[in-house]
């Protein structure tokens, strides 16, 4: 019976880790620019639940052009919200499936602007790309 048990608990790891993190990589639209301006100004609870996050069902990086990036609406945001995005990269670098999806597309941590977390664990990291 523990052979069983054994066996049972072996297959489920091999199976739980067979799956990989869906993540995906977008160029950003006008309505991504809005997005990250909304993430942007609930920074504080943004950053909590970004702290918080147990099981990250999905990471969507949503890279910002030049001509988002620099849009006024951004760039007030990011002023307003500085001292709370130096500690949602601090808190992204020390979460490996984070780092890991953003190393996949280079992005450095300077690079984001903006991080929205669901309750159902799907994150969306907004860059300058």
Do not use: C, H, W
């Amino acid at each position: 019976m523990k052979k069983i048990a054994l066996a049972a608990a072996i297959l489920t790891g091999f199976a739980t880790s067979a799956f990989a993190l869906n993540a995906s990589v977008v160029t950003g639209t006008q309505n991504d620019l809005t997005g990250a301006v909304t993430a942007m100004q609930g920074s504080k609870a943004m950053l909590d639940s970004l702290r918080n996050l147990k099981d990250i069902k999905s990471v969507k990086v949503v890279k910002l052009d030049s001509t988002l990036a620099n849009d006024t609406s951004l760039t007030q945001a990011m002023t307003a919200n500085k001292m709370d995005l130096g500690q949602v990269n601090t808190v992204i670098e020390a979460n490996a499936t984070l780092k890991s999806a953003l190393d996949a597309q280079n992005i450095k941590p300077d690079q984001i602007v903006a991080v929205d977390v669901a309750a159902s664990g799907d994150v969306i990291i907004y860059a300058k790309s």
